[in-house]
């Protein structure tokens, strides 16, 4: 375990455009501890809607980690150190319906304040966020055709947007005063 403490969010240290990659973070869904899947994101953004802090991620309806996400009402988001480079690497690349990621990678689960699923036990940051709308990417809707290029399986994302209800993090993430 980290030496995470509680975090006021409105005093938390993250640049937007660069704080989900290049590397990544790890997104858990799951209903505990010992029913929950790791998946490594690099889209999403951060912003108020409708007067909330929310986090907004995607999860193709093909994945695994679609299962849980799906069905949860929330979602964990976790920052690990660059020492831990290679799990987050491993549970990008890897499906969770093939093998136990937290096993593969050493990572560990451990309850959240708030929300059901988990936290990464070695993460310095995570983001507990309670669902609040879930749509999906509306081809037809794109602006800008290039972005179709993402998708030539036609493999579209589900958005999911959490509310932030809860944040802890080591010293770093912390703006100061």
Same mark, same amino acid.
């Given at each position: ?69 799906? %069905?949860?009402?929330? *979602? ?61 990417? %509306?081809?037809?809707? *794109? #602006? ?7 998708? $030539? ?12 209800? $809860?944040?802890?993090?080591?010293? #770093? *993430?912390?703006?100061?005063?």
């Amino acid at each position: 375990m980290q030496n995470r403490k509680p975090l006021d969010i409105k005093q938390l240290n993250l640049q937007p455009f660069t704080t989900m990659g290049p590397q990544g973070v790890l997104l858990v869904s799951g209903s505990d501890t010992q029913n929950a899947n790791p998946m490594t994101i690099s889209w999403g953004t951060f912003g108020i809607m409708w007067n909330k802090p929310v986090v907004m991620v995607m999860v193709r309806h093909t994945r695994y980690t679609w299962e849980y996400i799906s %069905k949860m009402p929330d *979602f964990t988001l976790n920052w690990l150190d660059k020492s831990m480079s290679k799990a987050l690497a491993l549970c990008g690349r890897v499906s969770g319906r093939d093998m136990d990621k937290f096993t593969a990678s050493g990572l560990h689960t451990e309850s959240a304040a708030v929300v059901g699923s988990p936290i990464i036990a070695e993460s310095i940051l995570n983001l507990e966020c309670r669902i609040i709308y879930h749509d999906m990417v %509306k081809p037809d809707q *794109f #602006k800008d055709i290039s972005l179709s290029n993402h998708y $030539a399986a036609n493999d579209y994302h589900g958005l999911f947007y959490g509310e932030v209800v $809860a944040a802890a993090g080591i010293e #770093k *993430f912390i703006l100061s005063q």
